[in-house]
């Protein structure tokens, strides 16, 4: 089996540092790195053992870094913006390119992380693919009631206490974010509807058909007249753990006929 090589990195940002891991195989080839974007309650812990086994199995470096707030990287206070989706690949995305030497890459992002690698690659010139993972396209009742289930699951302080098993004090802060953005009347008419029309490069969907925060038609519009998306059968939010070894060959198969090797 190639070894994979693991790497911690810290990412200067005006705001605060970011915290970074990477997994490489020894033998690493010139294929274009893929960058994880994570989901809204996420960090790179909670990728598991996803990106250690999509760099094996893919030949290729992964990344996947905790957001501001999120993970190991600083805290912060502040109330996420409206358009933070958008932000985080015209403000952050460039910094890891730039500290991590990333002159080519692929975006690959979970939830609205989805959402996040979409804007990369309408915004990037070095993104040569996209690839969402359960993503929402817009906003959902779906997505919303899923959200306010789960709001009324964090009431415990066990389930809290979990959370901040991998965000530390910045626990509250995390789950107040995602519900708080979510569920807010003026966020009602986000969508990547802008970003999907920019966007220049390949794209596939991921997505279970039995997701919780999202139907079917978010897959579709990502997809839509630009790419290509694939539902996953009895599968929930989490394709990724659910269904490591398809979701990867998926990928696999994507990044065969689509991106580039240049990295």
């Not at 195989?25 to 974007?37: C, E, G, T, V």
């Not at 626990?171 to 509807?193: G, I």
Request: proline share 5%; with cysteine.
């Amino acid at each position: 089996m190639t070894e994979i090589v693991e790497a911690e990195h810290w990412i200067e940002s005006p705001a605060g540092r970011l915290y970074a891991k990477s997994w490489a195989p020894r033998d690493l080839n010139s294929k274009a790195p893929i960058i994880l974007f994570h989901d809204s309650l996420g960090c790179v812990a909670l990728w598991r053992d996803f990106p250690r086994l999509l760099a094996h199995s893919l030949g290729r470096r992964v990344i996947a870094y905790d957001r501001l707030g999120f993970g190991r990287s600083d805290a912060r206070m502040d109330i996420l913006e409206r358009d933070f989706i958008a932000l985080e690949a015209e403000r952050v995305v460039p910094l890891l390119c730039e500290q991590l030497a990333l002159r080519e890459f692929i975006a690959c992002g979970h939830s609205v992380g989805g959402g996040m690698a979409v804007e990369t690659g309408a915004r990037l010139a070095g993104c040569n693919a996209v690839i969402t993972i359960a993503a929402q396209a817009f906003v959902e009742d779906r997505t919303l009631q899923g959200i306010r289930t789960a709001q009324q699951e964090f009431a415990s302080v066990d389930t809290i206490a979990r959370l901040a098993k991998y965000h530390g004090d910045k626990a509250d802060w995390v789950l107040r974010a995602w519900t708080e953005t979510w569920l807010a009347p003026d966020f009602a008419e986000w969508n990547l509807d802008a970003a999907l029309e920019r966007l220049p490069c390949p794209v596939i969907a991921i997505h279970g058909d039995r997701d919780e925060y999202g139907s079917l038609a978010h897959p579709r519009r990502i997809a839509a007249g630009r790419g290509s998306f694939h539902i996953l059968p009895d599968t929930g939010h989490s394709p990724h753990r659910e269904r490591p070894a398809e979701v990867i060959k998926v990928i696999e198969d994507f990044l065969a006929y689509s991106a580039s090797p240049a990295g």
